[in-house]
């Protein structure tokens, strides 16, 4: 194993980075295990982040290694256009199992921002293959976070992934965020205030009628913008006026799936079905990239009555890859038995106290949390958004806490296998922190 420098660092263009800033003063991980990881000077760093969202059942998992390993011995590739193999069918069962039998499809891509675009598109041949043609427009959120391909970016809602991008796709509209610090600060779990949100999409239906619109995509729990928990009935709400109008309602649960919430979907969680769901991240415990879309079983036998042929022209080459689906079942495997998501469930109500024993401290004006997911929004320094919480984070991993941060809100995503400890170390050394900064 190399856990030594690299010998130059010019060549990769990192991905979300500030490249120079990051090279003059490299933050380098070179292992990982359980909740911690170790950089490339042997200093242990807890992962308060789960990577990027991606490894609920902790890092090393040795069933997961395991399959993997075994995997790539036996079958390495495989192509699933016109072909398959038996992982790939085994893993689409037991995901259905998984979610209670009430999804009946599943369609492989290689991460969130595919899986996104493959549901869209899913959206639009749907409505067309009924007959509904018309329906092309879809409808996001603003501070909605669906990647970076250009469904989901343009039904996304962040300015500075947008602005440089062109016109991105046609006929997109966004409701309404629903952060509202003024009337929801320091909430734990849902806030009380903002369930009429939800009906901005009357508004835009009666702006473009339901008849041109395909679907509605939102994450249930906003993430990279900032962890945004929906106002209490919002989801619900948002369902009835879908339903009202034949729309489908995408949940974009790559963060939310597998566990975060304590639940295994944001959806279990919040008692809504969505018609369609976004996976990725946990799915294989982020071992191996991965992504899914799960369907409603209309929609699936909607391309069924087409004439005999490819019922839908769309996929990846890595759609199913043994790996990634190796890495799946094992993690299903280690959510069914090895009690993660009743670990997260246990935790819970300790992860909520510790966040906000930090109401007080400088800079805190907001916290916000659910199930294992936590946000510390700071006041930004005038003239300089961002900069105060990017500080945090540097200090943060100099002091063996790994933290994520996006504009000045911080964000936890624990994996879910933590302990007090785990908790008691995050949330200590990043009291310390704040108390610090500038
Ligand atoms: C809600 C949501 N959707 C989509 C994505 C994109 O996933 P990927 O980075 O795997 O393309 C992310 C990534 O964080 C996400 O949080």
């Not at 395991?66 to 699933?80: H, K, R, Y």
């Not at 549901?119 to 639009?124: G, R, S, T, V």
């Not at 409808?139 to 962040?158: A, D, M, P, T």
Request: glycine share 12%; hydrophobic share 40%.
């Amino acid at each position: 194993m190399n856990e030594s420098r690299p010998s130059a660092m010019s060549a990769f263009w990192m991905p979300f980075t500030n490249n120079r800033d990051f090279k003059a003063n490299p933050r380098l991980l070179v292992s990982a295990e359980g909740m911690y990881y170790k950089d490339v000077d042997g200093n242990r760093i807890l992962d308060g982040t789960a990577g990027l969202w991606c490894v609920p059942c902790g890092h090393a998992q040795p069933r997961i290694t395991q399959a993997v390993s075994e995997m790539v011995g036996q079958l390495d590739f495989a192509p699933t256009f016109q072909m398959g193999h038996p992982a790939a069918f085994e893993l689409a069962e037991q995901l259905m199992e998984y979610t209670g039998h009430k999804f009946g499809h599943v369609f492989y891509t290689n991460s969130g921002s595919e899986a996104v675009d493959t549901a869209l598109k899913m959206a639009l041949a749907y409505h067309r293959a009924r007959g509904e043609g018309g329906r092309t427009r879809l409808i996001g959120r603003e501070r909605g976070y669906h990647g970076v391909g250009f469904g989901g970016l343009s039904v996304g809602g962040i300015g500075n992934n947008r602005k440089s991008f062109g016109p991105l796709l046609p006929g997109v509209d966004h409701l309404p965020h629903t952060h509202n610090l003024l009337e929801n600060a320091f909430s734990r779990g849902e806030p009380d205030f903002g369930v009429e949100l939800a009906d901005e999409l009357e508004r835009l239906v009666t702006l473009h009628d339901a008849s041109t619109i395909a679907a509605v995509i939102i994450e249930p729990v906003s993430g990279s913008t900032g962890v945004l928990v929906p106002p209490k009935g919002y989801l619900k709400r948002l369902r009835e006026i879908c339903d009202k109008h034949g729309i489908l309602l995408i949940f974009d649960e790559v963060i939310t799936g597998f566990g975060r919430l304590t639940t295994p979907f944001a959806s279990d969680y919040f008692g809504v079905e969505p018609d369609m769901m976004t996976t990725a991240k946990g799915i294989t415990n982020g071992v191996v990239p991965m992504g899914a879309v799960f369907s409603k079983r209309f929609i699936h036998d909607a391309f069924m009555d087409a004439p005999a042929g490819i019922e839908l022209f769309h996929g990846y080459t890595y759609s199913g890859h043994p790996l990634a689906c190796a890495a799946g079942l094992a993690t299903l495997q280690v959510f069914r038995e090895e009690g993660v998501i009743e670990n997260a469930s246990a935790q819970q109500a300790y992860f909520e106290d510790a966040l906000h024993s930090l109401r007080g401290l400088p800079h805190v004006i907001d916290l916000r949390s659910i199930g294992l997911v936590a946000g510390i929004e700071l006041e930004p320094i005038a003239g300089k958004p961002g900069a105060r919480a990017f500080a945090a984070f540097k200090q943060a991993f100099a002091d063996g806490i790994l933290i994520r941060v996006t504009g000045d809100i911080i964000a936890l995503s624990p994996p879910l296998i933590l302990d007090k400890q785990h908790i008691d170390e995050l949330f200590g050394k990043l009291a310390t922190i704040l108390k610090n900064l500038d």
